[in-house]
């Protein structure tokens, strides 16, 4: 993943996600007018990078029951059967498919699986850049934003609201903030 001609590639090889600095997010609407933010706080992948930048591969796995957005009570609804199921699913998979770049950025499509249930996704992705930690240990930064029907997956519960909309947006945004070092 490379920012045209204004960014290199981290070194080629196998990087793993660092679940201490990387974060998975998700945005939906409550009421249809505020967003709500989750976030998965167990997280794990890696990231192929290959000579040729667009046969890299990703995957990222996180467990449906980390999900956190702050309430318990919502925490707990979201890992129950009217949402991610948890207990049955314990992970949410996604594994890339097709990186193609665009513009100065790349598009990263891949497969999403929630509650075994596989749909095609495509994320804005950019590479960030790469650094050296303080223990010498070179480090690669990426970030991906996209958008999801939740519907797809099979997760459709819902309330109606009197004056019209729902309880719960059927889109959600997710994004991707990861950062990752060479597997060891």
Not at 52 to 81: F, L, N, Y
């Amino acid at each position: 993943m490379t920012a045209s001609n204004t960014t290199t590639t981290p070194a080629v090889g196998t990087w793993e996600i660092d679940p201490a600095h990387s974060n998975l997010a998700i945005t939906g609407r409550h009421l249809m007018v505020t967003k709500v933010r989750g976030t998965f706080s167990e997280i794990s992948g890696t990231i192929v990078i290959n000579e040729d930048a667009a046969a890299s591969t990703v995957v990222v796995e996180a467990k449906a029951g980390s999900v956190t957005t702050g309430v318990a009570d919502r925490d707990g609804h979201i890992m129950s059967p009217d949402f991610l199921d948890a207990e049955n699913y314990p992970v949410v998979t996604f594994r890339s498919t097709e990186i193609v770049p665009s513009g100065d950025s790349w598009k990263l499509t891949g497969d999403l699986t929630i509650r075994d249930t596989t749909h095609p996704v495509t994320f804005d992705l950019e590479y960030e850049g790469s650094a050296t930690d303080p223990q010498g240990t070179p480090v690669a930064a990426f970030s991906a934003v996209g958008e999801i029907d939740r519907g797809n997956w099979g997760l459709t519960w819902n309330v109606t609201l009197k004056g019209g909309g729902v309880l719960v947006s059927k889109k959600f945004q997710v994004e991707f903030d990861v950062q990752a070092k060479p597997q060891t």
